[in-house]
T-cell receptor, first 115, second 107 residues
Framework: NAGVTQTPKFQVLKTGQSMTLQCAQD?????MSWYRQDPGMGLRLIHY???????DQGEVPNGYNVSRSTTEDFPLRLLSAAPSQTSVYFC??????????????FGPGTRLTVL | AQRVTQPEKLLSVFKGAPVELKCNYS??????LFWYVQYSRQRLQLLLR??SRESIKGFTADLNKGETSFHLKKPFAQEEDSAMYYC?????????FGAGTRLTVKP
């Protein structure tokens, strides 16, 4: 099992550009989520999904879109990048949305810089 | 709204000394609390969760509802414990993390 994979590892964008951060998992997990990690602020939940076709907002959803067309993939889209979106982005997955004590597995992260 | 506070950004101890990483939370219901750890150049990973009442790598954490705390403790710190530690609270599908504490264990 590859676990949770993310691409790219690094990305530099100019303000106003769009891009998609990819996330995939091969553990057949129903729940997937995206976080951003900023110095002094820990990880903050952007969006999450409890299954294919179902997504919901987290703590900081503005400026980001998600979709979940398959169990395996959960891409994060930045429609018009802003310098405030410079961060490290982590994708995570776990077994079930209803049993929250299940362990979350994290991807390696994507370091995004917006100039 | 739920909130997790880790008051110490940095914590430094000597090898063999006890260590306690503090975590306080605000939440009106019954919390589900976790400690996650990120070692250098590794992914964030679960260390322990309060519901399991387990000890992992010598670490324990007790939920104190009266003080709304979930402090992480280890009686004898090791150099390999040096890492970033995050306390987290889960409410349904919304997980909130604290800002993290960087623990350094000196030889």
């Amino acid at each position: 099992n590859a676990g949770v994979t993310q691409t790219p590892k690094f990305q530099v964008l100019k303000t106003g550009q769009s891009m998609t951060l990819q996330c995939a998992q091969d553990m057949n997990h129903e729940y997937m989520s995206w976080y951003r990690q900023d110095p002094g602020m820990g990880l903050r939940l952007i969006h999450y999904s409890v299954g294919a076709g179902i997504t919901d907002q987290g703590e900081v959803p503005n400026g980001y879109n998600v979709s979940r067309s398959t169990t395996e993939d959960f891409p994060l889209r930045l429609l018009s990048a802003a310098p405030s979106q410079t961060s490290v982005y982590f994708c995570a997955s776990r077994l079930s949305g209803s049993r929250s004590y299940n362990e979350q597995f994290f991807g390696p992260g994507t370091r995004l810089t917006v100039l | 709204a739920q909130r997790v506070t880790q008051p110490e950004k940095l914590l430094s101890v000597f090898k063999g000394a006890p260590v306690e990483l503090k975590c306080n939370y605000s939440y009106s219901g019954s919390p589900e609390l976790f400690w996650y750890v990120q070692y250098s150049r590794q992914r964030l990973q679960l260390l322990l969760r309060h519901i399991s009442r387990e000890s992992i790598k010598g670490f324990t954490a007790d939920l104190n509802k009266g003080e709304t705390s979930f402090h992480l403790k280890k009686p004898f710190a090791q150099e390999e414990d040096s890492a970033m530690y995050y306390c987290a609270l889960m409410n349904n599908n919304d997980m909130r993390f604290g800002a993290g504490t960087r623990l350094t264990v000196k030889p």
